[in-house]
């Protein structure tokens, strides 16, 4: 079945650098578009990051971008989030997201709090 780990997530001071992994398993890794998801304390979960299924092509929500990169390796099946300048209201779980023939999954999260 399916399955979406995500790791990489910890406590870091603002201005600091996070990696986040999220290794995928289950299904065909190189054909699908992946994508990351934050939900901060007691706000709706919120699209971060996208990247099709070459790499060719990615997307980022406003708040991040030019400080969030989104990658993957197809061989290692595991897509990548590469967080830089953290900001205080980047402490959210991070989800890893999938659709694969018409069913959604998520991965079981991954903290990341930005504080001094």
């Known amino acids: 079945q399916v399955q979406l ?7 870091v001071q603002p201005g600091g650098s996070l990696r986040l992994s999220c290794a995928a398993s289950g299904f065909t890794f190189s054909s699908y578009f992946m994508t990351w998801y934050r939900q901060a304390p007691g706000k709706e979960r919120e699209l971060v990051a ?12 406003d708040s991040v971008k030019g400080r969030y990169t989104i990658s993957r390796d197809n061989y290692k099946n595991t897509v990548y ?22 069913l959604d999954y998520w991965g079981k999260g991954s903290l990341v709090t930005v504080s001094s």
């Open 81 to 102: 989030l590469q967080m830089n300048s953290l900001k205080p209201e980047d402490t959210a779980v991070y989800y890893c997201n999938v659709w694969v023939n018409g």
């Open 5 to 11: 780990v995500e790791s990489g997530g910890g406590l």
């Open 50 to 61: 996208g990247i099709t299924y070459t790499g060719g092509s990615t997307n980022y929500a």
